[in-house]
């Protein structure tokens, strides 16, 4: 039964001819297993196992001109899924894929489209002031923010020494901008770093002037405002730019849409520290929070 204090809703699960992609337009393969008993006409649901591992084609994603696709789906949070089960597993939402990362850390997209199924899945979170008594015990996924990243540990001293990873509420070039250096661990949806978010206004000189040049030319201020976070890991700087609309709100209250851009620069500070190379994607939302739970794995 699901819990009396967690709020519900009846949405359509993904079924077998639905078209899922990455945020690259790399199609995933949907093959109905589990889900195949269960049809809406004759077209099989999808439940988790189904699409756990799918094989992922065509995405043209590269790095440094390197091809770079994402190959699979790799991470299904349980808020993309329904409550009730069926041949013990639960079926995915719709309208929540895009919670679903695939394994180069971006979302998944669909269209949603009605068919003869709805399921009971829980509702989003509101983050607005809430009744006292209420549950503190719910979780908001819509916070959720969920990279990958492969760090080498190429000296044996070091193996069993955690990385630091310094953790900026907006460009790496603000210097005014508030850092945190964090220990690095495996973190999850139960255990995530609490970042606060910082906004990106015309006056912060600290922003990479070509980017904000970029950024002013194809998404107007006048219809997105631009908040940053970027990650100093290693040799890298990894700089996410999210692109929050300020009048109309998309339909999907959930995840982070990468719009694919992806660009590469080098950034070298005052004092004597080495030059590293900055890797900065963009991201639409829905919404943005002042705080952003950061999943990395």
Same mark, same amino acid.
């Given at each position: 039964m699901p819990d009396e204090n967690v709020s519900t809703l009846m949405l359509h699960p993904v079924v077998?001819?639905?078209i899922l992609m990455c945020a690259h337009g790399g199609i995933v393969q949907l093959k109905s297993i589990k889900?195949?008993?269960?049809?809406?006409?004759?077209?099989s649901l999808i439940l988790e196992s189904d699409l756990q591992n799918a094989v992922i084609t065509g995405c043209p994603n590269s790095v440094l001109g390197v091809p770079a696709p994402c190959t699979m789906v790799v991470n299904i949070?349980? +808020? %993309?899924? $329904?409550?009730?089960?069926l041949n013990n597993?639960?079926?995915v939402i719709q309208d929540y894929v895009s919670m679903i990362l695939t394994d180069k850390g971006v979302p998944l997209q669909c269209s949603p489209k009605p068919n003869k199924w709805k399921l009971?899945?829980?509702?989003?979170?509101?983050?607005?002031?809430? +009744? %006292?008594? $209420?549950?503190?015990?719910i979780?908001?996924?819509?916070?959720?923010?969920?990279?990958r990243y492969c760090l080498s540990k190429i000296n044996n001293d070091i193996i069993n020494t955690a990385y630091e990873i310094k953790v900026y509420n907006s460009s790496v070039e603000n210097t005014n901008a508030k850092s945190s250096l964090y220990n690095f661990r495996e973190t999850d949806f139960e255990n995530p770093y609490k970042i606060d978010m910082g906004k990106v206004k015309e006056s912060d000189n600290g922003i990479y002037g070509e980017l904000l040049d970029y950024?002013?030319?194809t998404y107007s201020e006048d219809v997105y405002s631009y908040k940053a976070l970027?990650?100093?890991?290693?040799?890298?700087?990894?700089?996410?730019?999210f692109l929050v609309p300020k009048k109309k709100k998309y339909e999907s209250n959930f995840g982070y849409l990468s719009t694919g851009e992806r660009f590469l620069r080098v950034y070298k500070n005052d004092d004597n520290t080495p030059q590293k190379t900055v890797v900065t994607e963009l991201y639409k939302v829905s919404k943005m929070y002042e705080e952003v739970n950061l999943v990395i794995s």
């Amino acid at each position: 039964m699901p819990d009396e204090n967690v709020s519900t809703l009846m949405l359509h699960p993904v079924v077998e001819n639905d078209i899922l992609m990455c945020a690259h337009g790399g199609i995933v393969q949907l093959k109905s297993i589990k889900g195949k008993p269960f049809k809406s006409g004759d077209i099989s649901l999808i439940l988790e196992s189904d699409l756990q591992n799918a094989v992922i084609t065509g995405c043209p994603n590269s790095v440094l001109g390197v091809p770079a696709p994402c190959t699979m789906v790799v991470n299904i949070p349980p +808020a %993309a899924l $329904s409550i009730k089960k069926l041949n013990n597993e639960r079926a995915v939402i719709q309208d929540y894929v895009s919670m679903i990362l695939t394994d180069k850390g971006v979302p998944l997209q669909c269209s949603p489209k009605p068919n003869k199924w709805k399921l009971a899945c829980s509702a989003p979170v509101s983050t607005s002031s809430s +009744a %006292a008594g $209420s549950n503190t015990d719910i979780k908001d996924y819509n916070h959720i923010f969920h990279i990958r990243y492969c760090l080498s540990k190429i000296n044996n001293d070091i193996i069993n020494t955690a990385y630091e990873i310094k953790v900026y509420n907006s460009s790496v070039e603000n210097t005014n901008a508030k850092s945190s250096l964090y220990n690095f661990r495996e973190t999850d949806f139960e255990n995530p770093y609490k970042i606060d978010m910082g906004k990106v206004k015309e006056s912060d000189n600290g922003i990479y002037g070509e980017l904000l040049d970029y950024l002013k030319s194809t998404y107007s201020e006048d219809v997105y405002s631009y908040k940053a976070l970027s990650l100093d890991i290693g040799a890298n700087i990894f700089e996410y730019i999210f692109l929050v609309p300020k009048k109309k709100k998309y339909e999907s209250n959930f995840g982070y849409l990468s719009t694919g851009e992806r660009f590469l620069r080098v950034y070298k500070n005052d004092d004597n520290t080495p030059q590293k190379t900055v890797v900065t994607e963009l991201y639409k939302v829905s919404k943005m929070y002042e705080e952003v739970n950061l999943v990395i794995s």
